[in-house]
């Protein structure tokens, strides 16, 4: 356990954690909503330091990254807990359950990374379940990994607050940022969080490492077209070349209702395209996640599940018309 960063000392020696935007008040004995992180007389402290639940080497395209070094692998890493309650959680039993964990110290996880590079990885991936949360051990995990020229990655929900995501950003290379609505109203309903912040971290984010969004669509919560049609608007306001990642839903943790079906994913996918130039569709098969380049359309990138073929760039330009092509092989 170590003491955890960003947090008031209040009377009665209660504390006010101001790493994410619930900004819980914790009595002493008590945790933070996130589970993550307790109040010990008056001390917050980070109480899944360097607690290890889920290690695996993963595709690059697992996380989802389609144009961050495609066709690599990353070691993967996760903890216990998560900062928002959604219902339809995809990996609940990490996110809200109690899972073994295993002690793996920042320098322990660098030596697993500088190994793992016999396996083609680049470097590690915070992911699983929520990295804000593991705070303290990613930033000084990822202070480590960056003076070994080894990637960072998170997979986050992107509820943070401002300024430990500007302390944590520049060890980050990119991020997959799960927008779950876009609506305020559906956040709150779906998980208890906000909109508003989601949206100030993808928009922080942009510029300063490669940013790729995903966003599980459900059947009759957040599969509105016109919805779908607002949150790439707004990405292509960032940057029309952002790649956006629209994924199936299944039943899984409360939430019983139906997959959603493949006619939904692929309206949705042509509504996003209407504002940005790359729009996949996650957990369907049979589906085409190739890349083209967005000036002639040629292939750039096949793509068949985890199996990845870079065929139509050169020197990170598209072979056909010679784009710049760049940020899709970054």
């Known amino acids: 356990m170590k003491e955890a960063m960003y947090y008031q000392v209040l009377e009665d020696e ?29 001390k917050l402290i980070a109480c899944n330091y360097a607690q290890v639940a889920s290690l695996a080497l993963d595709p ?5 990254l389609y144009h961050f070094h495609p066709g690599r692998n990353i070691l993967s890493a996760g903890t216990f807990g998560c900062n928002l309650f ?20 920042p320098g322990q996880m660098l030596e697993l990374a500088e190994k793992s590079r016999n396996q083609d990885s680049i470097g590690v991936a915070f992911t ?9 051990y990613v930033l000084d995990t990822a202070v480590l990994l960056k003076e070994k020229d080894l990637k960072v990655v998170l997979v986050s929900n992107g509820y943070i607050e401002k300024e430990p995501l500007q302390q944590l950003l520049p060890y980050v290379d990119a991020m997959n940022i799960d927008v779950k ?3 305020e109203d559906l956040y709150k309903k779906l998980c208890k969080a906000g909109l508003r ?8 984010a942009a510029g300063h490492c490669h940013l790729e969004i ?11 077209l016109e919805e779908i049609r607002d949150m790439a608007r707004w990405l292509a306001g960032i940057d029309p070349a952002i790649p956006l990642h629209l994924s199936r839903y299944h039943p899984a943790y409360k939430f019983e209702r139906e ?13 996003a395209r209407e504002h940005l130039k790359h729009v996949f569709v996650g957990n369907l098969t049979g589906t085409d996640n190739n890349s083209y380049c967005s000036e002639c359309e040629a292939l750039l990138i096949r793509r068949e599940g985890y199996f990845t073929q870079i065929i139509g760039l050169a020197e990170g330009k598209c072979k056909a018309c010679g784009r710049n092509a760049s940020s899709i092989v970054s």
């Not at 690059?60 to 989802?64: A, D, L, T």
């Open 14 to 42: 209660r504390v006010r954690c101001w790493l994410c935007p619930h900004h819980c008040l914790i009595k002493p004995g008590n945790n933070g909503l996130c589970r993550s992180r307790t109040n010990e007389n008056g």
């Open 60 to 64: 690059i395209e697992k996380k989802p």
């Open 86 to 105: 959604c219902a339809f959680c995809q990996n609940y039993l990490l996110a809200h359950g109690n899972p073994e964990t295993h002690i793996i110290e």
């Open 128 to 136: 699983y379940n929520e990295p804000v949360i593991w705070y303290e």
């Open 181 to 183: 609505a876009f609506t």
């Open 197 to 204: 912040q989601v949206m100030d971290t993808v928009e922080q």
């Open 214 to 224: 995903t966003s599980l669509i459900i059947p009759g919560e957040n599969d509105s």
């Open 259 to 271: 997959a959603t079906p493949p006619r939904t994913l692929e309206q949705a996918r042509e509504a």
